[in-house]
Protein backbone atom coordinates (compact mmCIF):
# COMPACT_ATOMS: atom_id res chain seq x y z
CA UNK A 1 0.00 0.00 0.00
CA UNK A 2 1.03 3.38 -0.78
CA UNK A 3 2.06 5.60 2.19
CA UNK A 4 3.28 8.98 2.70
CA UNK A 5 4.52 9.06 6.35
CA UNK A 6 4.85 13.01 7.80
CA UNK A 7 6.44 14.07 11.64
CA UNK A 8 6.39 15.30 13.90
CA UNK A 9 2.33 15.98 13.16
CA UNK A 10 2.53 18.89 15.39
CA UNK A 11 5.53 21.51 16.22
CA UNK A 12 5.24 25.13 18.33
CA UNK A 13 7.65 27.66 18.20
CA UNK A 14 8.65 31.02 18.45
CA UNK A 15 9.24 33.59 16.29
CA UNK A 16 12.61 33.83 14.95
CA UNK A 17 13.36 29.74 15.42
CA UNK A 18 14.06 27.13 12.30
CA UNK A 19 12.02 24.21 11.94
CA UNK A 20 12.72 21.27 9.94
CA UNK A 21 9.65 18.81 8.54
CA UNK A 22 10.03 15.66 7.76
CA UNK A 23 8.41 13.71 4.92
CA UNK A 24 9.01 10.07 4.09
CA UNK A 25 7.42 8.03 1.22
CA UNK A 26 6.71 4.25 0.15
CA UNK A 27 5.34 4.47 -3.27
CA UNK A 28 5.23 2.30 -6.30
CA UNK A 29 5.62 3.85 -9.56
CA UNK A 30 6.94 7.47 -7.85
CA UNK A 31 7.11 10.66 -9.68
CA UNK A 32 7.60 13.68 -7.80
CA UNK A 33 7.70 14.64 -4.55
CA UNK A 34 5.04 18.14 -3.51
CA UNK A 35 4.92 19.98 -0.15
CA UNK A 36 1.88 22.39 0.08
CA UNK A 37 1.22 24.89 3.03
CA UNK A 38 -2.65 24.93 3.98
CA UNK A 39 -3.82 27.51 5.96
CA UNK A 40 -7.89 27.49 5.44
CA UNK A 41 -9.41 25.36 3.15
CA UNK A 42 -7.35 24.99 -0.32
CA UNK A 43 -3.58 24.05 -0.01
CA UNK A 44 -1.01 26.67 -1.76
CA UNK A 45 1.51 24.74 -3.56
CA UNK A 46 4.82 25.56 -2.16
CA UNK A 47 7.42 23.21 -4.13
CA UNK A 48 7.86 19.91 -6.24
CA UNK A 49 10.77 17.94 -6.34
CA UNK A 50 11.56 15.28 -8.88
CA UNK A 51 15.63 14.58 -8.27
CA UNK A 52 18.18 13.78 -5.25
CA UNK A 53 20.15 16.39 -3.91
CA UNK A 54 18.78 19.00 -5.87
CA UNK A 55 17.61 21.97 -2.68
CA UNK A 56 14.57 24.13 -3.96
CA UNK A 57 14.47 27.06 -2.19
CA UNK A 58 11.73 30.16 -2.07
CA UNK A 59 12.64 32.86 0.71
CA UNK A 60 12.99 31.48 3.38
CA UNK A 61 12.01 27.86 2.76
CA UNK A 62 13.75 25.32 1.16
CA UNK A 63 12.85 21.57 0.33
CA UNK A 64 15.14 18.73 -0.38
CA UNK A 65 14.42 15.37 -1.52
CA UNK A 66 16.84 11.96 -1.36
CA UNK A 67 15.25 9.31 -3.52
CA UNK A 68 17.64 6.54 -2.27
CA UNK A 69 16.31 7.02 1.56
CA UNK A 70 12.68 7.91 0.28
CA UNK A 71 12.44 11.25 2.24
CA UNK A 72 12.18 14.98 2.04
CA UNK A 73 12.66 17.55 4.13
CA UNK A 74 10.97 21.12 4.60
CA UNK A 75 13.38 23.67 6.17
CA UNK A 76 11.60 27.09 7.55
CA UNK A 77 14.60 29.91 8.85
CA UNK A 78 13.70 32.71 10.97
CA UNK A 79 9.91 31.48 11.34
CA UNK A 80 6.92 34.50 11.16
CA UNK A 81 3.66 34.00 12.68
CA UNK A 82 2.52 33.79 8.92
CA UNK A 83 3.87 30.62 8.91
CA UNK A 84 1.93 29.30 11.18
CA UNK A 85 -0.22 26.48 8.83
CA UNK A 86 -0.87 23.02 8.55
CA UNK A 87 2.36 21.72 5.73
CA UNK A 88 1.52 18.41 3.67
CA UNK A 89 4.10 16.46 1.52
CA UNK A 90 2.05 14.47 -1.31
CA UNK A 91 3.77 11.90 -3.36
CA UNK A 92 2.85 11.95 -7.39
CA UNK A 93 2.94 8.06 -8.57
CA UNK A 94 1.89 6.55 -11.79
CA UNK A 95 -1.23 4.40 -11.83
CA UNK A 96 -1.47 0.96 -13.68
CA UNK A 97 -4.05 2.86 -15.88
CA UNK A 98 -1.35 5.39 -16.82
CA UNK A 99 -2.59 8.30 -15.24
CA UNK A 100 -1.27 9.73 -12.25
CA UNK A 101 -2.21 10.55 -8.58
CA UNK A 102 -1.29 12.20 -5.60
CA UNK A 103 -1.29 10.70 -2.13
CA UNK A 104 -0.90 12.90 0.89
CA UNK A 105 0.49 12.60 4.16
CA UNK A 106 -1.21 13.54 7.61
CA UNK A 107 0.72 16.55 7.59
CA UNK A 108 2.39 18.99 9.88
CA UNK A 109 0.66 21.29 11.80
CA UNK A 110 3.11 24.41 12.70
CA UNK A 111 2.28 27.14 14.95
CA UNK A 112 4.49 30.08 15.50
CA UNK A 113 4.17 32.10 18.82
CA UNK A 114 5.22 35.58 19.14
CA UNK B 1 -0.22 27.79 -12.37
CA UNK B 2 -3.97 27.69 -13.08
CA UNK B 3 -6.44 29.41 -11.10
CA UNK B 4 -9.29 27.46 -9.92
CA UNK B 5 -13.17 28.11 -8.82
CA UNK B 6 -15.56 26.20 -6.92
CA UNK B 7 -19.03 26.60 -5.60
CA UNK B 8 -20.48 27.02 -3.61
CA UNK B 9 -18.04 27.68 -0.97
CA UNK B 10 -20.25 26.29 1.61
CA UNK B 11 -23.63 24.47 2.22
CA UNK B 12 -25.25 23.15 4.87
CA UNK B 13 -27.93 19.94 3.75
CA UNK B 14 -30.27 17.87 5.01
CA UNK B 15 -29.82 14.16 5.56
CA UNK B 16 -31.06 12.07 2.12
CA UNK B 17 -30.52 14.77 -0.02
CA UNK B 18 -27.24 15.72 -2.49
CA UNK B 19 -25.03 18.22 -3.12
CA UNK B 20 -23.71 19.44 -6.11
CA UNK B 21 -20.28 20.73 -5.98
CA UNK B 22 -18.84 22.78 -9.28
CA UNK B 23 -15.05 23.38 -10.08
CA UNK B 24 -14.15 25.75 -12.95
CA UNK B 25 -10.70 25.99 -13.92
CA UNK B 26 -9.38 29.22 -15.81
CA UNK B 27 -7.13 27.19 -18.96
CA UNK B 28 -7.45 23.88 -20.06
CA UNK B 29 -6.03 21.27 -17.94
CA UNK B 30 -5.03 17.52 -18.41
CA UNK B 31 -6.39 15.87 -15.11
CA UNK B 32 -8.93 17.16 -12.42
CA UNK B 33 -9.27 15.57 -9.25
CA UNK B 34 -11.67 15.72 -6.25
CA UNK B 35 -10.35 15.53 -2.28
CA UNK B 36 -12.11 14.68 0.50
CA UNK B 37 -10.48 16.14 3.99
CA UNK B 38 -12.30 15.24 6.68
CA UNK B 39 -11.81 17.16 9.86
CA UNK B 40 -8.67 16.67 11.32
CA UNK B 41 -7.78 14.87 8.25
CA UNK B 42 -5.54 14.84 5.14
CA UNK B 43 -6.54 14.97 1.54
CA UNK B 44 -7.87 11.95 0.53
CA UNK B 45 -8.59 11.39 -3.15
CA UNK B 46 -11.89 10.03 -4.25
CA UNK B 47 -11.77 10.37 -7.86
CA UNK B 48 -10.03 11.40 -11.24
CA UNK B 49 -12.52 13.18 -13.46
CA UNK B 50 -12.16 12.54 -16.89
CA UNK B 51 -12.96 14.42 -20.07
CA UNK B 52 -15.29 12.93 -22.79
CA UNK B 53 -15.52 9.09 -19.79
CA UNK B 54 -16.30 7.94 -16.71
CA UNK B 55 -14.75 9.12 -13.50
CA UNK B 56 -11.73 6.77 -12.32
CA UNK B 57 -12.94 6.18 -8.67
CA UNK B 58 -10.13 5.10 -5.78
CA UNK B 59 -10.95 2.50 -2.85
CA UNK B 60 -13.51 3.07 -1.01
CA UNK B 61 -15.50 5.80 -3.77
CA UNK B 62 -18.09 5.01 -5.62
CA UNK B 63 -20.04 6.21 -8.33
CA UNK B 64 -23.53 6.14 -6.85
CA UNK B 65 -22.29 7.58 -4.12
CA UNK B 66 -20.04 10.45 -5.75
CA UNK B 67 -21.03 10.74 -9.49
CA UNK B 68 -18.54 13.02 -11.73
CA UNK B 69 -18.86 15.17 -14.71
CA UNK B 70 -16.13 16.34 -16.62
CA UNK B 71 -18.06 17.80 -20.19
CA UNK B 72 -15.24 19.86 -21.09
CA UNK B 73 -11.59 20.74 -20.39
CA UNK B 74 -12.52 23.23 -17.73
CA UNK B 75 -15.48 21.77 -15.98
CA UNK B 76 -15.79 19.32 -13.20
CA UNK B 77 -18.61 18.52 -11.06
CA UNK B 78 -19.03 16.30 -8.03
CA UNK B 79 -22.32 15.22 -6.66
CA UNK B 80 -22.19 13.97 -3.03
CA UNK B 81 -25.74 12.08 -2.68
CA UNK B 82 -28.02 10.50 -0.04
CA UNK B 83 -26.13 12.69 2.22
CA UNK B 84 -25.25 11.44 6.02
CA UNK B 85 -23.39 13.20 8.49
CA UNK B 86 -20.54 10.84 7.56
CA UNK B 87 -19.84 12.89 4.91
CA UNK B 88 -19.78 16.39 6.61
CA UNK B 89 -16.01 17.25 5.30
CA UNK B 90 -14.20 19.67 2.79
CA UNK B 91 -14.11 18.32 -1.01
CA UNK B 92 -11.66 20.00 -2.84
CA UNK B 93 -11.18 19.76 -6.69
CA UNK B 94 -8.18 20.38 -8.00
CA UNK B 95 -6.38 20.19 -11.40
CA UNK B 96 -3.07 19.28 -12.83
CA UNK B 97 -1.23 21.69 -15.01
CA UNK B 98 -0.39 21.05 -18.74
CA UNK B 99 3.60 21.63 -18.14
CA UNK B 100 4.29 19.87 -14.67
CA UNK B 101 3.27 17.61 -12.18
CA UNK B 102 2.15 20.21 -9.52
CA UNK B 103 -1.66 20.04 -8.89
CA UNK B 104 -3.67 23.31 -7.93
CA UNK B 105 -6.27 23.29 -5.62
CA UNK B 106 -9.54 25.06 -5.70
CA UNK B 107 -10.63 27.25 -2.43
CA UNK B 108 -13.13 23.80 -1.42
CA UNK B 109 -16.55 23.34 -0.80
CA UNK B 110 -17.26 22.77 3.53
CA UNK B 111 -20.59 20.79 3.62
CA UNK B 112 -22.27 20.36 7.11
CA UNK B 113 -24.60 17.54 6.92
CA UNK B 114 -27.77 17.74 9.65
Known amino acids: EDKVVQSPLSLVVHEGDTVTLNCSYEVTNFRSLLWYKQEKKAPTFLFMLTSSGIEKKSGRLSSILDKKELFSILNITATQTGDSAVYLC??????????????FGKGTKLTVNP | SAVISQKPSRDICQRGTSLTIQCQVDSQVTMMFWYRQQPGQSLTLIATANQGSEATYESGFVIDKFPISRPNLTFSTLTVSNLSPEDSSIYLC???????????FGPGTRLTVT
Open chain 2, 94 to 104: SADTLTGYEQY
Open chain 1, 90 to 103: AVTLQTQGGSEKLV
